[in-house]
Structures are given as structure tokens and as C-alpha cells.
């Protein structure tokens, strides 16, 4: 079956090879050439749209909270799979709550018989936990494959947290030191801003989606900074060419043709992220589906947004070409 | 922009060939590969969460070590003022200093003995100037000996090389592929064995101190004292190993230890049936255990391991071969275990396990599977929107993608790189924004077409605007993933590998490989119009 649907889907990207080299297919334009929206005009919306989702974001951050994994939290978290039948979470919930672990969590995880179970930190030391998996070992008995088994003791659970929080800081000092060599402060300035504001919706919707915030998720934020900025800079580029070669021009027309050209690359872009991210986010596995998912929402969702509505109109208030000439006024006789 | 010397062309092709050539033993199986040369033998490693296997990061217990070094800097204190025959008192272990106490007439005799035990840090060698300890006069006979934190820090050090050591024997002897075993930071040891079924022998293996002594019962105390807790002080309670922890009060003078064995094998009592350690000492544990044994006929010795009592047995006659044999209700498996302890030899300090990641091999498999899907997913989909969006340079763009995706394997195949989970993700990523490139060029083409060039000074002007674009956008991400590399671990790390070269394949195929073949287009066609 499955080598039918690969022999299937290998003719049909030949023949469509073959069409489109022949120049059979018609041209798509996904994007109408020579757009001129007029995007400036939308900060006045995306600005306080985009300050009250990041308010909206911080509260959550601070009501609903963040739900740490086991890497930043410590604990132990056991991925198991029954061998005869259905998993019966209340039995399991009822065995493993007597054996005094504190905090456990259970729930079902892909089909009826996988089972993730989350134990909170153990008090005592990193000894403790190992007491715990053991207990939980002894009690879980013989039918059960144990597919994953994670413990995080108390010492690396707190280098993993700074060490994460470090490493977001580094990168995004690392890329604001770039941006101030390759442009003037400005742009590295509002790139900054327009980046913390997607790390901050993005660990919002971590908070609503009750994702497991772990050294995956750090993974995650870091790879939505990248991406986010990379198509900032790309927009950046070009503005840094217009300014060179319309010495004139206003700054927020200048802006918005600098978006409006780099509009079909950005959608087209776009697109093809989401493809891939879509075809990891279906197909992926449950390993990474949370990674997949924050991925989607942060380079997806928001990332395009920042580059074009944040990103861009931001330079004007960080007073860039104010030092430009004048616009020349229409010459009167 | 468009036009390449024969010789760049060639030199381009050849290395973009060579690149992805060195992805090719991927695709034989391990024993075929293994009968190449050498150099051909690189290739990808699959993580531990692709082929199962466990990890596991130990800490040496500081604390222990610490305080087994004070100790043994009091027992020295002991051994020196004896021999010299001063008079002592108040010689004891507090916080981090050993404290003793001469009489003032013979503190000028023993201040330069004491001075001796304080060695230069790393032996004859050493140049840091640090000593293993610095003795004080703190006046009225009080001696301090004091432990500065860099002779401990050597302690550590110490005991985690030999550590890793013992651990390798230990590890080796359950049969595994390639384990990993390798010091990271000060005091910790990392350990990963991949393609285990069960990590709880692992564990118990890599857990245990095995400190093995032979030691008297002291047979003069009776129950009611034990209850008590009133021992002599020559003596202390220890639990026994099995599951009704039964005291016993044993002689603190350890008779023959661990170290003295030089053989130790599982196997079964010849009356009972019951499993058994059968173990053999050296020279001088020979002579030792015979010494003992003849003295104490008809009395209970105990074998201690790691502080319980495994068993305790009266002595029948002396044991003068040198061999004997511990049973202690095992069971086979644990028979073997001790067994490969015993012959492995004891840690310096006991280890603690502060991190355990284990992935069963079905999870793995799965796993394998659902990156698999995504990847053709994720390629299929993006091939065909570059085709239906750009057709014949979409056709284009695909060969570069390719081109691209072969070089990151064969990159990756190079540095022996592990792939994880979230690796393939990353390949899968970076085709989605691989194609990027190649959208950002060949917008830039139609741009310029629109503002009315002809097209080869179209797509040449295309290039050349896009690429410094292309360099500029993957700068920032490529130091996102350089950051990941530098602060992830295991399957993180791998995501920011993968990232990582993507981005620097991406660039190379841009620059190069996407640039020569729109140029042999472009000479062999002449085109009057740009299809894009």
C-alpha cells in the first residue's frame, strides 16, 4: 500500500517536472505583480492590537502560568504502553496514588494504550527521584512497555532553566550586535523590539495551549526568533536600498513600497514554511508535535505579521531618514 | 553574476558532488560499510530517542569525597604523631579543617612533621603553587589543618577518572554497542547506551559503589544492646542486604577488602543448587584471609558490600587457597551482577544519577517512522508549490533543494553528527526555508523584469541583489542555532546541528549551485522571455 502511494506520488511530481519544464502550466501569480497597499496606515491598528495581545500574553503568563516540563522543573515523566488492552487510567491513578509521590499527573497519549504519567519533583535530592521511577517500576508491574522514561533531578532541572534563559538572551544579543553592523541601530533596535514581541505572544499561547514549556520549547522560540528576523531583515534589506536610492522619497510611502515589493516573497515563503511545518505538525510524531505546534503559531502567525505591521512601521519612530531632505514641494510659478 | 570560468563551474560541481557523496554509506547496511576503507566508513549516527537507548548523567557526591579526604588527612595526622611519639588530643574532623592538639613542649617537634603530609597540588609537577593542605598554628597547641577547595576540586577530578574507568569495565561486561562514557564538567560523568532494552540493570550496575570488605561479627553483643544501639566503639550495626533488614554488629576492622580480589565469577553451589559468587583474592589478600580465617575458627564473619551485610557465615576450617564463595540468597541475575562489580572494582566515591533520559526501541522505531512521513510530506508538498508557483524554475529550485538536502546528509555523515527527532525536523525546516533562496532571487528577477530589462540583465541583476539579501536573513538564524548548539543537549543539540548546516548548504547552493545551473540555462537557451 504505502509503496503504491510512493510510486503514485513519484510519477506525479515527474510528469508535473516534465509539464512545468515545457512551460504547459500557466504562470501563478499568488501575489498580483506591482501591489501598493498601504500598509503604514494599518500600524495605527496593528500597534495597539499587537500592545494589547502582548498585555493579554504576560497576564496569562502571569494567571494561567507557564507548564514547565521536567527539564526546567525537575520530576520524572514515564511514557508507558500497556501490552494486553486499553490502559485503565483510574486503576492507574488509584495504584500510583498510594504510593505517596505527591503530584501525579496521567493522561492519555496517542492511542488507548499509551499513558503519559507526570511525578512532581521528589524532596530529597537528586537520590529521590531514582526512589520514586523505582517504586513506580515495582507498582506498574510486568505488563507495561516502558517507552519513555525521563528523570531530572533537582541540580540539572536548575541549569537547564538558566541555561535555556541564557541561551534566549545570547541569541537575541548575538543578533541585535549583528543588525548594528550590518544596518545602523535603528534597524537592529526595531528588529529587537518587534522579536521580543514574538517571543512574548508565543510563550502566551504556550500558556493557553498548555504546552510543555522544555529545552524543546527553547528550541522552538529560538528557531521562531531566527526565522522571524530573517524575514524582517529581508524587508529591512530592502528598505536600506530605498532609502540609498530615493534620497526623497517620504519615509512612510518609502516603507510601504519596500513591503509592497517584498510582499510576494514574503507570502510565497510563507507558504512553503508552512507546508513543511504542517507536514511535521501531521505526520511528525507526538515526539515533536508540541515543538511543531508552538513552530506554527510563532513563525506562522505572528512572525509575518512582526516583519510587515511591527517590524517596518517601528523604524519611523525610531526616527529613521528624519535626517533626510525635505521632500521637494511641488514647484509654483 | 551569470558567467562561470569552465574551471569554477567544474570546481563547483565537483564539491556540491563530493559533499553529497559522503552521504552514501547511509544507504548500505552497518556490516557492508564496516569492510570499507577507513575514511569511507563515516556516517550518520541515530540519537538515542531514533534507536532507543538510555542516558544517563552521574555526579560524583562532592561531599563524600570531601569528607573522605578529610578523614583520611586525620588518619594521617594519627599515623605521623605516633611515629614520631608525641602525645596528642582532640584529634577530629570539623567542617572543613582537621583539628589536633600538642602539648606546646612538643609542638616545634610536630608542627614540621605535620607540615610534611601537605604535599604541592598535582604532584611533582604542580605548578599552581597550591598545596594539598595548610597547616596553622592556631596557638595553645592547637594545630589546623586545612583543606583549600582546589585540593578537593583534584580529589574530585581524581575519583571521576577513575570513575569512567571502573564504569567502562562494568558497562563493557553487559555486551552493549558503543557505549558512551565520558567526564562533563568537574564531578559528572556522562553515560549513554544505546539500543537497551531494560535500563534498570544498567542502574543497578552503574549505582553501586561496590565496596566489598570481610569483617568479624562482634558475637559480645547481645540483641537487647542492639536494640539499644549500644555498640562498642570498635564495632557499628549494619543492615542486612535482604528483605527483612536484620542488624548485625560488625567489627569496624576491615580483614581483606575488595581490592584484593582478583577474580570474581557467577555460578551455582555444588550442594544447594543456590546461585553464587565464586571469587579468588591476590598474593596478599591470601595471606590475609588465611591469617584471619585460622584465627577465628567457629566464629561469624561478615561480607560487607557497600555497607550491608550480604552474608555472614561461621567459619568452618581456615580458607587458605586464596578463593572462597559468597552465596546470598541471589538470584541468577543477581549473581551476575555482583559478579561483574567485583571484578570491576569499587568506585572512589559513590556516584548519584541527576539525570536519566531512556527511550524504549519501539518509541524509537516509531519515531524513525513518523520523521520518515513528515520528511516526504514536508518535500512533496513544498516540491510541488515550487513547481505549480515557478515551473520551470521551480524545476530549479527543486534541484537545488535536493542538491542541498544531500549535502546536509553528507555533512552530517562527515562529523560522524548524531540525528535526532527534532534533526529531521530541522532537515524538514530548512527545505521549507531552503526555497527561500531561491524565492528571493527569482522575485528579485521579476521585479527587475518589470522595470524593463531584458532578461539575462534581469537575472543577472536578480542575483545579484538577492544574494547579499539571502546572506544578510540567514546570518540571524544561523546564529540562533549556533546559540542552541552551544546550551542543548541531545536531541536539542541535534535540531540545532541539522539548522545549523542547513543554513550553510542553503547559502552555498544559492551562491553556487542555483546561480550555475540558471546560467547554463541561460547560454544554452539564449531566452528572449524569462518563464518565470
Given amino acids: 500500500m504505502t509503496t503504491w502511494i510512493v510510486i503514485a506520488l513519484a510519477v506525479f511530481i515527474v510528469v508535473l517536472t516534465i509539464v512545468s519544464i515545457m512551460g504547459w502550466l500557466p504562470s501563478m501569480r499568488i501575489v498580483p505583480d506591482d501591489t501598493t497597499f498601504d500598509f503604514m496606515r494599518f500600524r495605527r491598528i496593528s500597534f495597539p492590537i499587537s500592545a494589547i495581545a502582548s498585555i493579554i500574553a504576560i497576564a496569562l503568563y502571569f494567571t494561567h502560568g507557564l507548564n514547565f516540563g521536567i527539564d526546567f522543573k525537575g520530576g520524572t515523566l514515564l511514557e508507558i504502553q500497556t501490552k494486553s488492552g486499553p490502559a485503565d487510567i483510574a486503576d492507574l491513578r488509584t495504584k500510583l496514588g498510594t504510593l505517596g509521590l505527591g503530584d501525579v499527573q496521567l493522561q492519555q497519549f496517542g492511542g488507548p494504550n499509551d499513558v503519559l504519567i507526570r511525578i512532581a519533583e521528589q524532596p530529597g535530592g537528586d537520590a529521590a527521584q531514582q526512589v520514586a521511577v523505582q517504586k513506580v517500576r515495582a507498582t506498574l508491574g510486568n505488563d507495561i512497555d516502558y517507552r519513555r522514561v525521563e528523570v531530572v533531578g533537582p541540580r540539572v532541572s536548575s541549569e537547564l532553566l538558566a541555561f535555556g534563559v541564557l541561551g534566549l538572551m545570547l541569541a537575541i544579543l548575538g543578533i541585535l550586535i549583528y543588525l548594528w553592523f550590518r544596518f545602523e541601530w535603528q534597524f537592529a533596535l526595531g528588529a529587537m523590539i518587534a522579536n521580543i514581541h514574538d517571543i512574548v505572544l508565543t510563550i502566551g499561547f504556550m500558556s493557553i495551549a498548555q504546552i510543555d514549556f522544555d529545552l524543546t520549547s527553547i528550541a522552538a522560540l529560538l528557531t521562531i526568533l531566527g526565522y522571524s528576523l530573517n ?64 513552530m506554527m503559531f510563532g513563525v506562522v502567525l505572528v512572525g509575518t505579521y512582526t516583519s510587515i505591521f511591527i517590524a517596518a512601521p517601528l523604524l519611523i519612530y525610531l526616527g529613521v531618514g528624519t535626517t533626510r531632505d525635505a521632500p521637494e514641494k511641488p514647484s509654483r510659478p | 553574476m551569470l558567467y562561470f570560468t569552465r574551471w569554477k563551474a567544474l570546481a563547483i560541481i565537483f564539491t556540491a558532488f563530493i559533499v553529497c557523496l559522503c552521504a552514501v554509506p547511509n544507504f548500505f547496511p552497518e556490516k557492508t560499510v564496516k569492510t570499507w576503507p577507513k575514511w569511507a566508513q563515516r556516517h550518520l549516527v541515530l540519537g538515542l530517542d531514533l534507536q532507543g537507548g538510555s542516558h544517563l548523567l552521574l555526579a560524583v557526591d562532592s561531599n563524600a569525597v570531601k569528607k573522605e579526604k578529610l578523614e583520611q588527612v586525620r588518619d594521617d595526622v594519627r599515623r605521623v604523631l605516633r611515629d614520631a611519639k608525641l602525645g596528642y588530643s582532640g584529634l577530629a574532623v570539623r567542617g572543613d579543617t582537621v583539628e589536633v592538639r600538642v602539648k606546646d613542649t612538643d609542638l616545634a617537634a610536630a608542627l614540621p612533621k605535620l607540615r610534611e603530609l601537605s604535599q604541592p597540588l598535582g604532584g611533582l609537577l604542580g605548578t599552581s603553587g597550591q598545596r594539598t593542605a595548610e597547616v596553622t598554628d592556631a596557638g595553645g597547641g592547637l594545630v589546623r589543618l586545612t583543606i583549600p577547595p582546589a585540593a578537593i576540586n583534584d580529589r574530585i577530578r581524581q575519583s571521576v577518572e577513575q570513575s569512567i574507568q571502573i564504569i567502562e569495565r562494568r558497562v563493557n561486561e553487559l555486551g552493549t554497542v558503543e557505549p558512551l562514557i565520558q567526564r562533563q ?121 557497600d555497607n550491608e551485610v550480604i552474608s555472614a557465615p561461621v567459619i568452618q576450617e581456615p580458607i587458605t587457597g586464596g578463593s572462597g564463595q559468597i552465596s546470598g540468597n541471589f538470584t541468577v541475575q543477581q549473581a551476575n551482577d555482583l559478579a561483574i562489580l567485583l571484578r570491576a572494582g569499587a568506585l572512589p566515591a559513590p556516584l548519584t544519577i541527576i539525570e536519566e533520559r531512556n527511550v524504549g526501541p519501539g518509541l524509537g522505531q516509531d519515531s524513525i517512522a513518523a520523521g520518515e512521513l513528515a520528511s516526504y510530506v514536508g518535500s512533496v508538498l513544498v516540491v510541488v ?51 527561500d533562496s531561491n524565492v528571493l532571487i527569482y522575485e528579485r528577477i521579476r521585479e527587475e523584469l518589470r522595470s524593463g530589462r531584458t532578461p539575462i540583465s534581469a537575472i543577472d541583476a536578480g542575483f545579484t541583489r538577492a544574494l547579499a539579501t539571502i546572506m544578510d536573513s540567514n546570518i540571524t538564524t544561523f546564529i540562533a542555532a549556533a546559540v542552541l548548539f552551544y546550551i542543548g543537549t541531545g536531541p536539542v543539540r541535534g535540531f540545532a546541528v541539522t539548522l545549523g548546516i542547513g543554513i550553510i548548504t542553503t547559502v552555498f547552493t544559492a551562491f553556487t549551485v542555483t546561480r550555475l545551473i540558471v546560467a547554463t540555462w541561460v547560454r544554452w537557451k539564449r531566452p528572449q522571455a524569462v518563464p518565470i
Fill in chain 2, 385 to 435: 508549490f515550487m513547481l505549480l508557483t515557478y515551473r520551470l524554475f521551480g524545476f530549479f529550485a527543486n534541484v537545488a533543494v535536493a542538491i542541498n538536502v544531500a549535502m546536509i546528509f553528507g555533512i552530517l555523515s562527515l562529523l560522524n553528527a548524531t540525528l535526532t527527532l527534532p534533526g529531521i525536523a530541522g532537515i524538514v525546516l530548512t527545505v521549507g526555508i531552503a526555497v
Fill in chain 2, 185 to 305: 564538567g568537574l564531578d559528572r560523568i556522562l553515560v549513554q547506551v544505546p539500543g537497551l532494552q531494560d535500563p534498570t540493570q544498567l542502574k543497578g550496575i552503574i549505582g553501586k559503589t561496590a565496596k566489598m570488605e570481610f569483617r568479624m561479627v562482634d558475637t559480645s553483643v547481645s540483641p537487647e544492646q542492639i536494640g539499644q544501639g549500644r555498640v562498642p566503639p570498635d564495632s557499628e550495626i549494619l543492615q542486612g542486604a535482604e528483605a527483612p533488614k536484620q542488624p548485625y554488629v560488625i567489627k569496624k576492622q576491615v580483614l581483606v577488602s575488595g581490592g584484593d580480589l582478583t577474580d570474581a565469577q557467577p555460578g551455582f553451589d555444588q550442594r544447594s543448587g543456590q546461585p553464587i559468587v565464586s571469587f579468588k583474592f591476590n598474593t596478599s589478600g591470601s595471606r590475609k584471609f588465611a591469617v584471619a580465617t585460622t584465627e577465628n575458627v567457629k566464629q561469624p564473619f561478615a561480607i560487607v558490600l
Fill in chain 1, 231 to 294: 524575514d524582517t531583515v529581508v524587508i529591512y534589506d530592502r528598505i536600506r536600498e530605498l532609502l540609498r536610492r530615493y534620497k526623497k522619497m517620504p519615509m512612510p510611502e518609502l516603507l510601504n513600497q519596500s513591503i509592497n515589493s517584498t510582499l510576494s516573497r514574503s507570502i510565497i515563503t510563507h507558504v512553503t514554511v508552512t507546508l513543511a511545518l504542517f507536514a511535521l505538525l501531521l505526520f511528525g510524531g507526538k515526539a515533536i508535535h508540541s515543538f511543531s505546534a508552538t
